[in-house]
């Protein structure tokens, strides 16, 4: 056989394993994966009936720490009963749903206070307590 004419037969042959492997692939394309965050898991089928497996979605999930520090607003109202506030942070560098910060039940910053001293929480009053203080401390 010369040689143009192996070469060719070369590329035809070529030609056609490429086109049969396209035309009858031997997998089915990958699922979406199976978490959001986290550690999850892609899979595909097989034409020998085998299941493929390979991981994705690595990033750590949106997780908020613990409810903390305890505070009074710095400019809160004098002549009303502000609530105190607790914070948290959302942990894992990814933005996490819900808020970041909450009013404490049952607990309201004490009377007005001055620049150096500190606001502790003190312990629930039914809004009778609070409207009459008031009233009394206006009149």
């Not at 997998?27 to 986290?38: D, E, K, L, N, T």
């Not at 749903?97 to 607990?107: D, L, T």
Request: charged share 15%; proline share 6%; glycine share 4%.
């Amino acid at each position: 056989m010369d040689p143009l004419t192996k070469r060719v037969i070369t590329s035809s042959l070529l030609l056609f394993l490429i086109v049969c492997s396209y035309a009858n692939p031997t997998h089915s394309s990958w699922s979406a994966c199976s978490v959001s965050c986290g550690d999850g898991a892609k899979t595909r089928s097989l034409t020998n009936g085998s299941i493929e497996t390979r991981p994705c979605n690595m990033q750590d999930c949106a997780v908020w720490g613990p409810w903390s520090f305890l505070a009074c607003p710095n400019d809160y109202l004098c002549d009303a009963p502000t609530f105190v506030f607790e914070t948290r942070q959302c942990n894992n560098g990814v933005m996490c749903k819900g808020a970041s910060f909450r009013a404490v039940p049952n607990q309201i910053c004490p009377d007005c206070f001055t620049a150096d001293t500190t606001a502790t929480p003190t312990s629930y009053h039914d809004s009778t307590t609070i409207l009459t203080t008031l009233l009394t401390d206006v009149a």
